[in-house]
């Protein structure tokens, strides 16, 4: 049963995922573009406002967009209750945010030109919060392929229109303004989308309701504060502490980590409704998990290993001559990669299972570790030493998924799976520098081929995975 419904939503992970890369693709093009054209220290000035507001999206959404997916998931009838009760709670945290996030600014006493970008970025903030909720019950209906098309489109029209604005002579300014019109677009193209497929029969907002949904939101609401803050907080922390040029340096590698990521992330959330649909069945999800880790690791450990080695061309290619000296900080946060791809996966079986409180509870102990160490390590290391935190924050938060979740995770069978790839990665680097290859194009393939087949020679592809992979397609052994 599992299996059919996985077969169902292939179609859409590959809209996702082509949908995502394509866009990450896009706006890391933008990002190389801009710090090109306007330096380091002028894009900066965007870059720390994206930063600042995206750390306060959750006051915006309080934690209710996961509640959402996952109890429509499990009982479509619910879709007006609680797309209602959502929009009217959002209503409220709407207003409060956007005075928080002024306050807060003004209390860190940004210049005028970094505040000004944050007002009009706030603003695209809390519509967007209106429209996700009808996103979310598009994905918990488990069309999102729907969603990948819109969302591919909106980002094509958008980094044309910025690229546009940069050459006109056009600054920051405008190019926040042409981000949050986008967004909006997209997010009332989901709305169109919702009414016309009669997603949602009728708004139904019942109050005795909301007090039972705020306190099932709210171990989602603390665990995205904390996560908005732990992947925001090192770009802000060098803002203040050292200069814009430095927080350039940051931002370029972390945005490349964060497009790395894309994979895991929409893994977790195409099977997001799958598995809390069967939240009951614990041999199911263990079955799931098992296969689902397994090859996050493999994938994520493929990648960081074969950019590790060709990070020089890498960033010769995306940056020129720009960000030279920033190749070091790249090839440190493409180490944690494997390790926030495996904490992804299992912070959705949390979810799923109605376990969010655990991810909180993870989610603090690394959010305290991050800040502590950025305190100590960015005043002397700067963007080096924030990456170097980020890779030591992510390796503690493994450990304790590891402890959280073993009766889903098998701890001897995950080290024993992690370590085929890990040798996988040792031959193909051995093997790269050995052949000396010139070509980035080349060097990126050979690194494939090489692993796959250190990967083969290590036990790493077996007979079990052919089987689980050709099911999912309809064909036999």
Known sequence: MHLERIKKNIKNFFFLLISNIGGKL???????????????EESGVLFTAQSFTAMFTFLFSLGIDMLIIREIAKDRSKAGLYTGNALLLKTFSSLFSILFILIFASILDYPKDIFQLIIILTIGITIVNFTSTFEQVIKAYEKTDFLAVISF?????????????????LG???????IVIFDIIVGVASVFYTYRKNLIAAFQIRKNELTPIIHQALPFTLATIF???????????????????????YHASY???????????ILGSVLFPI????????????????????????????????LMVNADSVYILLFSNELN?????????????????FCCASATLFSATGRQHINLIITIIVLVTNIIMNLIVIPRFGALGASATTLTSEVIGIIFHLVYNRDYINVVFFIKESLRPVAASAFMVVSLNWMN?????????????????????VGGIKRSDLTFVRSLIGQNI
Do not use: W
């Not at 598995?275 to 999800?285: C, E, G, I, M, R």
């Open 26 to 40: 896009l706006y890391l093009y933008f990002i190389t573009y801009i710090v090109k054209e306007l330096g380091p």
């Open 275 to 306: 598995l809390s649909s069967f939240h009951y069945d614990k041999k199911v999800l263990i079955d799931l998990n098992r296969h689902i880790l397994k090859y996050v690791m493999t994938v994520s450990l493929l990648l960081s290993s074969v």
């Open 153 to 169: 489109a909106g980002m094509v029209c958008r980094v044309i229109t910025l690229i546009t604005t940069i050459r006109v002579g």
């Open 437 to 457: 290859l010139s070509s980035l194009l080349v060097n990126l393939l050979a690194g494939v081929l090489f692993f796959t087949i250190g990967l083969f020679f």
């Open 227 to 249: 996560a908005t803050v732990y992947y925001r907080v090192d770009t802000v922390m060098i803002s203040l502490i050292q200069s814009t040029d430095e927080v350039t340096r």
């Open 325 to 341: 000296d920033s190749v070091l900080i790249f090839q440190v946060l493409l180490s944690s990669l494997p390790v926030t791809a």
């Open 172 to 178: 920051v300014f405008h190019c926040a303004i042409v």
């Open 255 to 265: 945005r490349i980590l964060e497009g790395l990521l894309i994979i895991p992330n």
